[in-house]
């Protein structure tokens, strides 16, 4: 079936634009993740969201940052009054996440932002 | 927070030898430690992953080992090929309850070149 897809898959911004990312996470997925990362380095965690709801935001670096999966599937990333260090490429990943299960995440394409 | 390092940043090797990437992490409880390759341009895919009921894990050309009381766990690839070469990743993360719950922390990924 589908992967997890993820839209732009380029987005080059100005500095102080407002930005929105997209993720469709593989279908019945129910845990969905967003991770940053910057070149030559892992992902970071910023955000997890288990249904519609947040469990853990702990990794947003600050409050202009934001993400919200209303229907509990699809998910926008927001990132207002970017910054040149938003510069990176922002990566959604999803899972069949359980309270019994291992949690095998499988990540999209990414989207490679640019703020000028 | 959990912390994971990963050795070595580059690896170099000739075709059919075999490569090994060893990976640390700090934090006891976690029990979950998937291995994600990445090709220029795409999302990380998941190779292969351990769990912590298991101190070994073997898929064709693929192994990893996980050492919980000295916490690290390494990768190996046997007789690699040139579209073996990629950026090769470590994680780790815990399953069960709290608001961490699934969330992976990376190493900072290794650079493996397979020359023919």
């Known amino acids: 079936g589908a992967g997890v897809s993820q839209t732009p898959s380029n987005k080059v911004t100005e500095k102080g634009k407002y930005v929105e990312l997209r993720c469709d996470p593989i279908?019945?997925?129910?845990?969905l993740y967003w991770y940053r990362q910057s070149l030559g380095q892992g992902p970071e965690f910023l955000i997890y969201?288990?249904?519609?709801?947040?469990?853990?935001d702990s990794g947003l670096p600050n409050d202009r940052f934001f993400a919200v999966r209303p229907e509990g599937s699809v998910s926008t990333l927001k990132i207002q009054r970017t910054e040149r260090g938003d510069s990176a490429v922002y990566l959604c990943?999803?899972?069949?996440?359980?309270?019994?299960?291992?949690?095998?995440?499988?990540f999209g394409p990414g989207t490679r932002l640019t703020v000028l | 927070g959990e912390n994971v390092e990963q050795h070595p940043s580059t690896l170099s090797v000739q075709e059919g030898d075999s490569a090994v990437i060893k990976c640390t992490y700090s934090?006891?409880?976690?029990?979950?430690f998937p291995w994600y390759k990445q090709e220029l341009g795409k999302g990380p895919q998941l190779i292969i992953d351990?769990?912590?009921?298991?101190g070994e894990k073997k898929d064709q050309r693929i192994a990893v080992t996980l050492n919980k009381t000295a916490k690290h766990f390494s990768l190996h690839i046997t007789e690699t090929q040139p579209e073996d070469s990629a950026v090769y990743f470590c994680?780790?993360?815990?399953?069960?309850?709290?608001?961490?719950?699934?969330?992976?922390?990376f190493g900072q990924g290794t650079i493996l070149t397979v020359h023919p």
């Open positions: 990943a999803s899972s069949s996440l359980s309270q019994s299960s291992y949690n095998e995440q499988f």
């Open positions: 969201f288990q249904g519609t709801g947040a469990a853990d």
């Open positions: 934090d006891s409880a976690s029990n979950y």
């Open positions: 351990i769990r912590s009921n298991v």
């Open positions: 994680a780790a993360s815990k399953k069960g309850g709290g608001t961490s719950y699934g969330k992976l922390t």
């Open positions: 279908s019945g997925h129910t845990a």
